[in-house]
């Protein structure tokens, strides 16, 4: 005979994110449990009381408790390729920094008395996942990175592996990431596959002024292409402004983020690149920009540009969402969310011929790039819709209760 945990009637759930930036992960989560039912479940989200994070969790009326973390922690990628000696060198130099957070953790369980543990990034996962066994209460662990096996020495693997098959439920955000878990060892019957999603209907074009197009593209009659996230070296920037030098003469480019963790030395080779290649008219910064559907609808075509595997693609299905025809690399996540001609097309990772000839392409035929744009939002609205991701993590919760 099978016996069950008698579910709650009103589930307390207890989300963990250890960052202070508002950066995928963290977007994900407010955008995913906007849509929770108060009257079902109980959302306390537990994040450091500082940076952008946190304020947006206030704004937009989450419960939150303050627990802190070092950002430099575990840092993910120090971790994964140093030796088991480094590895106790480096925790036994963070023993306070850890202590003082997994106090404040079981500070927060005590007094909350959570039915779930949402685990909403790896290093949360790492820290928390012990004590919730300890504790008898379920946890599970969201995955939003592309964990590649051969980054990982023996030692690393190992706790990896261990760690990882302690939550109750994995939750991967694309098949790219799920098979890679299942690579380093994770159990798959764990694991369970739910895209991200985004709030489709709020990309339909808007009836006012928009005002991204008015602040930078005033004058320009040209067709718009455009890269949009924060300034980071991975994130291919660099590989952008290439392209658009092999095309230069077709369209206005657009490079839309900010710095990530300050890093001005990347924004200042990105400008010194657009000036080198003689295109100080063609490529214009905009910085960080809050309002995406404004700059999405601004857009004529969107380019993702990434020289690392992305887990995801956020921008890429918010592009979708606009009714704007995609191009990207042709690894990670993105085969599975862009259909290679028919919502956008695919091109050779860090090949700036390849990414331009995908560009051109779309320029000579903006018949075909609109109805690649049209065939994109009804593909979004198939499969990345944010209350069916929200339903499905539901139903996780749920499961990891049984």
């Not at 077709?250 to 839309?256: L, N």
Request: aromatic share 10%; net charge positive; charged share 20%.
């Amino acid at each position: 005979m099978n016996y069950h945990k008698e579910i709650p009637k009103k589930i307390k759930l207890l989300a963990i994110d250890h960052h202070t930036e508002l950066g995928g992960s963290e977007i994900n989560l407010i955008n995913i449990f906007k849509h929770i039912d108060p009257q079902n479940i109980e959302l306390q989200v537990a994040c450091p009381p500082w940076g952008p994070f946190f304020g947006r969790l206030k704004a937009e009326g989450f419960t939150v408790r303050p627990i802190t973390l070092r950002s430099s922690f575990l840092a993910t990628n120090m971790i994964r390729s140093a030796s088991a000696f480094q590895i106790i060198k480096y925790i036994s130099k963070s023993f306070l920094d850890i202590a003082r957070f997994l106090f404040n953790f079981i500070k927060i369980l005590r007094s909350f008395k959570p039915d779930v543990i949402y685990l909403n990034t790896l290093k949360a996962g790492i820290l928390c996942s012990i004590p919730c066994k300890l504790f008898g209460i379920p946890a599970v662990q969201h995955v939003q990175d592309l964990l590649v096996k051969e980054d990982f020495n023996p030692v690393a693997l190992f706790i990896t592996k261990l760690l990882f098959n302690i939550p109750a439920r994995i939750i991967a955000i694309s098949n790219a990431v799920k098979e890679a878990l299942i690579s380093i060892g994770v159990n798959s019957e764990k694991i369970v596959m739910i895209y991200n999603g985004t709030d489709i209907s709020s990309f339909t074009p808007p009836s006012h002024v928009n005002l991204f197009k008015a602040k930078y593209m005033k004058m320009s009659n040209l067709p718009s292409v455009g890269v949009v996230g924060r300034l980071m070296r991975w994130k291919g920037q660099d590989l952008f402004i290439k392209a658009a030098a092999k095309v230069m003469n077709k369209a206005g480019f657009y490079v839309v983020g900010g710095l990530f963790w300050e890093d001005t030395i990347y924004g200042k080779e990105l400008k010194k690149l657009s000036e080198r290649l003689g295109l100080r008219e063609r490529v214009h910064f905009t910085d960080h920009v809050d309002n995406i559907r404004e700059v999405m609808h601004a857009l004529d075509i969107v380019v993702s540009t990434s020289t690392k595997p992305e887990p995801f693609g956020l921008t890429i299905i918010e592009a979708m969402a606009a009714s704007k025809p995609v191009i990207a690399p042709r690894f990670g996540a993105a085969p599975e969310i862009i259909v290679h001609g028919e919502t956008g097309l695919l091109f050779t990772p860090g090949d700036a011929d390849s990414l331009a000839l995908s560009i051109d392409y779309l320029l000579k035929n903006p018949r075909k790039a609109i109805e690649m744009g049209r065939r994109g939002r009804e593909r979004a609205l198939r499969m990345f819709n944010i209350e069916t991701t929200y339903n499905n993590i539901k139903r996780e919760i749920i499961a990891a209760l049984i």
